[in-house]
């Protein structure tokens, strides 16, 4: 683990292999992938539907594990980690965006977002401070006391793009986080999780259809055959 001490890649997954069994049949999904991400870049993955985009999403954060091979955050391997481990590394290193917003129906907008810092420890006063700060990067000052059912979508989801990063991790995975918005708050969603995770500096993995989506990322990948490989531009 030492050979990533004082390095500025961030993610380093090492011949990453995943497989499904269909009945009598093996699906190869990721075939011996190899990749290096460094700290503070936005990384946009794409590719056909169905082939491990979101299994490798969830590999990285912990959600999925690899039939072979090894991921690296910062020192830590996590694919070498007990389930307590990685419950932890999930709560305190990782902030998660779905394409459905699971926010808590019976909690305001703040709420949702401050919920997670205070579970973790994070002193209530803290914790709604931090959740204030980021409904500020996603402009949702004027609806902090409004709950989901009194929300649009693409409110919600920017709620999600806040919540995601109340923990200051040091990564955000987000997997299809505009999938079920028009093109209007598409844009706009896309646009504000871009900026908060550069104005906190985090390292941003948005798995996506969206073309318009992955364009915004410092990096495209094209997840195709098993492989991964940069889109040419």
């Known amino acids: 683990m030492n050979n990533l001490q004082n390095s500025s890649i961030l993610i380093k997954i090492d011949n990453i292999v995943k497989n499904y069994i269909s009945g009598t049949e ?5 075939k011996g992938i190899n990749y290096r991400i460094e700290k503070g870049k936005s990384v946009a ?7 491990g985009k979101s299994t490798l999403l969830n590999i990285i954060g ?13 020192d830590d391997e996590i694919t070498a980690l007990s389930e307590k481990e990685i419950s932890l590394y999930r709560s305190k290193r990782v902030g998660f965006i779905f394409q459905f917003h699971y926010l808590l129906k019976d909690f305001t907008a703040l709420e949702n977002i401050m919920l997670p810092a205070y579970i973790a420890g ?4 803290e914790a709604i401070e931090r959740a204030k ?5 996603v402009k949702m000052e004027d609806r902090k006391n409004h709950y989901p059912a009194q929300l649009s979508g693409g409110e919600r989801q920017r709620v999600a793009v806040a919540r995601s990063m109340v923990n200051n991790p040091a990564l955000i995975l987000a997997d299809e986080p505009t999938g079920n918005l028009d093109q209007q708050n598409s844009e706009i969603v896309a646009q504000l999780l871009y900026e908060s995770a550069k104005k906190r500096d985090k390292t941003l993995i948005v798995v996506t259809h969206d073309k318009k989506v992955a364009e915004r990322a410092s990096i495209q990948l094209i997840l195709e055959n098993g492989q991964l490989r940069e889109e040419n531009n």
């Not at 912990?62 to 091979?69: I, M, R, S, T, V």
């Not at 700060?133 to 990067?137: E, I, K, V």
């Open 26 to 30: 093996t699906l190869h999904i990721l």
């Open 45 to 51: 993955i794409s590719g056909q539907s169905g082939c």
């Open 62 to 74: 912990g959600l999925d594990y690899a039939n072979e091979g090894s991921v690296f955050i910062g």
């Open 122 to 125: 994070l002193k209530k006063k």
């Open 133 to 137: 700060s980021l409904l500020a990067d």
